[in-house]
């Protein structure tokens, strides 16, 4: 059984930090690029950023840059995503997303609220 379980969402201030994770089973994680995504109501989901299978080549949204880092433990199945200076408008649904090829299924959790607000 297929899953993607995100954890470490919630309420932090301007400024704050949050550590998103997102443990994967049922696949070969370390064959799947990862993918964080995030979205608000009325609007379509946005890249986040985005891993290599092998954790050695990260792409970010410009307006995380800089504040945002995604990381893998292969080894635990596991991608993160460290938020830090984060502001009102990053609030919204964060989803971690699992792709190989066109070929393979791709894979999506359930995913978790982030709210920034004093």
């Known amino acids: 059984q297929v899953q993607l379980v995100e954890s470490g969402g919630g309420l932090v201030q301007p400024g704050g930090s949050l550590r998103l994770s997102c443990a994967a089973s049922?696949?070969?994680?370390?064959?799947?690029?990862m993918k964080w995504y995030r979205q608000t109501p009325g609007k379509a989901r946005e890249l986040v950023a985005q891993i290599t299978t092998a954790g050695d080549s990260t792409n970010y949204a410009d307006s995380v840059k800089g504040r945002f880092t995604i990381s893998r433990d292969n080894a635990k199945n596991t991608v993160y995503l460290q938020m830090n200076s984060l502001k009102p408008e990053d609030t919204a649904v964060y989803y971690c997303y699992a792709f190989r090829s066109d070929f393979y299924p791709e894979y999506w959790g359930q995913g978790t609220q982030v709210t920034v607000a004093s």
């Open positions: 049922g696949f070969t994680f370390s064959s799947y690029f």
